[in-house]
């Protein structure tokens, strides 16, 4: 089975300091990962996916992930924070066949304080 | 591209009655959609999985006969929620995969339900 851990369920950093938010994962053969962003009552959206190639994946608004395979890990980064950015932020996983389902994490509620 | 429409965005119910939310992709061809559930604070529940044309895929612990999907056409599904009760109260979020383009999911904005 596969599952997706976030650990933390807040993380709170300063306007203009680097941000992480963690996500560790298990799946059967090769990942499509996926970081996702949900504010106040709205749907998820798109933040960026790993698929294959570059370890390193940028995506929208400056935000970063970067796949590891030997940590099963794929953490969310930006390298200034903007108080914009305070949200609830999923990671999922799902194996790379047509059939795969996603799983999501727990999420973490990310809090920029100016 | 690939824009996901909810409908209702919201949607106040009486105990007893039921609820359809339907879920659109505008501008792309859906093979599959996925219906999931979100309580506050919670991660998202993956409730069933639909491909056109055929019936739905429940997860384990999802009534079918209490949460019916259609996947009607490649751009349509709706999920309706018969004799909604207050327990039945919540976030539904739908997302759908395009054709060709298996690997990402494109979400609607979701729908919030309360039934009273």
């Known amino acids: 089975a596969q599952s997706v851990a976030q650990p933390e369920d807040q993380v709170n950093v300063a306007e203009g300091n680097p941000l992480t938010v963690k996500c560790t994962y298990s799946?059967?053969?090769?990942?499509?990962l996926f970081w996702y962003v949900q504010y106040p009552n709205r749907g998820l959206q798109f933040l960026l996916k790993?698929?294959?190639?570059?370890?390193l994946v940028k995506g929208s608004y400056g935000f970063e992930a970067e796949f590891n395979k030997s940590q099963t890990s794929f953490h969310l980064k930006k390298p200034s924070a903007l108080v914009s950015d305070s949200a609830l932020y999923f990671c999922?996983?799902?194996?790379?066949?047509?059939?795969?389902?996603?799983?999501f994490g727990d999420g973490t509620t990310l809090t920029v304080k100016p | 591209g690939a824009v996901v429409s909810q409908h209702p965005s919201r949607v106040i119910c009486k105990s007893g009655t039921s609820v359809k939310i339907e879920c659109r992709s505008l501008?792309?061809?859906?093979?599959?959609m996925f219906w999931y559930r979100q309580f506050p604070k919670q991660s998202l529940m993956l409730m069933a999985t639909?491909?056109?044309?055929?019936?739905?895929?429940?997860e384990q612990g999802v009534e079918k006969d209490k949460f019916l999907i259609n996947h009607a056409s490649l751009t349509l599904s709706t999920l309706t929620v018969t004799s909604a009760h207050p327990e039945d109260s919540s976030f539904y979020i739908c997302?759908?995969?395009?054709?060709?383009?298996?690997?990402?999911?494109?979400f609607g904005p979701g729908t919030r339900l309360l039934v009273l």
């Open positions: 501008d792309f061809q859906a093979t599959t």
């Open positions: 799946v059967s053969g090769n990942p499509y």
């Open positions: 999922a996983v799902r194996p790379n066949t047509n059939a795969g389902k996603s799983t």
């Open positions: 997302s759908a995969q395009r054709r060709g383009r298996q690997e990402t999911q494109y």
């Open positions: 790993y698929i294959t190639g570059d370890n």
């Open positions: 639909s491909n056109e044309g055929s019936k739905a895929t429940y």
